[in-house]
């Protein structure tokens, strides 16, 4: 059954919901949704050079609790006149983790206020968000046949499939030895929203080279676990199929993804000093 019209109040800045569909979100991943909605107060809506009036969302507990407060933003296509319609295809990120949430429609004037500050009440949909993946991960490794590498991704707790049935794909290198564990903490991350995932390194091998391996790979050490604020590139990452990354140069023989500057809307990553590697001195280059 679709929602209730909200009501609508009086003034010069009031919108009336006249309905939204939702394609099915999947956790941290891009879905779209038609919204259509009036001008119902008396002023003009008019875009600025600073975006103006646009189309927002948040998304909700079922207790009203916001768990994403900016979302997406979509433009109304120029003025919208009092008494004006629009039918607008907007872009929904879904929230992390899945679960039950309720989805709040908005009009924002960026920089000033949200509609609903003003006495509008938002457009909710209460709404079921799916893991981002099914539990499906490969591992590409450059010059594969490395028989340490072979074994310790044969031991992996939630076993592996071919590339081409995966909806991850991770990225290692020879001598990358994965803890048992790790396949279960990459898959428990994508599934939970996270577009790419990676973890800590500790460097195998000689004493010289261990140390050596040890002062350059400070930063991805183990003992952490996860790290919003993580700024270094993801070491041997495991990126969600589809997903471009933009590639670094390697740091030790391995692998290397930055993460982007701007992570106000973009694709959510994830450090997990949890998800460990031992990088064995041969997969230096």
């Keep these: 059954m679709p929602p209730a019209a909200p009501p609508v109040p009086r003034g010069p800045l009031a919108v009336r919901w006249l309905g939204a569909t939702v394609e099915p979100p999947c956790a941290g991943a891009v879905g779209s949704a038609l919204v259509e909605l009036e001008n119902a107060g008396s002023a003009t809506w008019r875009p600025r050079p600073d975006g103006g009036i646009r189309l927002g969302s948040h998304w909700l507990d079922r207790l009203g609790n916001p768990i994403v407060w900016e979302g997406l933003r979509t433009e109304l296509g120029g003025a919208v006149a009092p008494g004006e319609r629009r039918r607008l295809e907007a872009s929904v990120r879904g929230p992390i983790p899945p ?125 952490s676990g996860r790290v919003p604020a993580f700024s270094e590139a993801f070491l041997c990452p495991s990126v969600v199929r589809g997903l471009e990354v933009d590639w670094a140069e390697d740091v030790e023989g391995l692998p290397a993804a930055r993460r982007p500057d701007d992570r106000t809307f973009g694709e959510p990553w994830l450090y997990d000093g949890r998800i460990k590697l031992r990088a064995h001195r041969r997969s230096r280059s």
């Design 99 to 223: 679960g039950r949430y309720r989805l709040a429609f908005d009009l924002v004037d960026e920089g000033r206020f949200w509609l609903a500050e003003l006495g509008n009440e938002p457009l909710e949909l209460e709404l079921e968000v799916a893991p981002r993946i099914r539990r499906r991960l490969a591992v590409s490794v450059r010059a594969p046949g490395d028989p340490e590498t072979e074994r310790a991704l044969a031991a992996q707790e939630e076993p592996l499939v071919e590339e081409s049935d995966a909806d991850a794909v991770a990225y290692l290198a020879p001598g990358c030895l994965p803890a048992p564990d790790w396949s279960r903490r990459v898959l428990d991350a994508h599934e939970e929203g996270y577009a790419v995932v990676a973890g800590s390194i500790e460097p195998s091998g000689g004493p010289l080279g261990r140390r050596r391996a040890a002062a350059a790979l400070g930063p991805w050490a183990p003992g």
